[in-house]
């Protein structure tokens, strides 16, 4: 069975408690993601969305001058680079969340994302047709 190490993004891109709004909000409009995981000394403390700066920025405050701490998610779940693909994503769906920080000894080594595990599991069913297409055309030339 494959787990998140197999097929997790490991070029992730981030922020720090040093951060502001503004540049969260440029790094995601470069890097197109909604979504960035905020590091304090390489341990993972929050995540930062689109939607929390819209929500908790844009209305009424001043994204050069808010700090990153004051609007990031710290009810974090996150998945472990051993954690099966099956379980990856049985979590996503419970916990209703598109991406999934993957953490290790404290520190963030990875990401994956809805799109990651659809095509893990495309691939997975494609690769599992070709091997039965394989079996049985072998299957054929032996009688």
């Known amino acids: ?5 197999d097929i997790m993004s490991t ?5 720090t408690v040093e951060d502001n709004i503004y540049e969260a909000a440029v790094k995601m409009k470069d890097n197109d ?6 590091l304090d000394n390489g341990k993972l403390v929050g ?4 939607r929390d700066i819209v929500i908790r920025c844009v209305a009424g405050k001043k994204p050069n001058s808010t700090r990153i701490t004051d ?11 051993d954690m099966l693909v099956d379980e990856a994503e049985e979590l996503m769906g419970n916990e209703q969340i598109r991406r999934l920080p993957i953490v290790e000894n404290d520190k963030l080594i990875g ?14 069913s494609e690769a599992g ?15």
């Open 111 to 124: 990401i994956i994302a809805l799109a990651d595990l659809a095509i893990h599991k495309q691939t997975s």
């Open 11 to 15: 070029d992730v891109f981030f922020c």
């Open 47 to 50: 995540v930062i969305t689109d």
């Open 71 to 81: 609007v990031i998610s710290t009810h974090l779940i996150t998945g472990s680079p």
């Open 33 to 38: 993601v909604g979504v960035i995981p905020v």
């Open 129 to 143: 047709i070709a091997l039965s297409s394989i079996s049985e055309d072998r299957d054929q030339i032996r009688h």
């Open 1 to 5: 069975m494959s787990t998140l190490r």
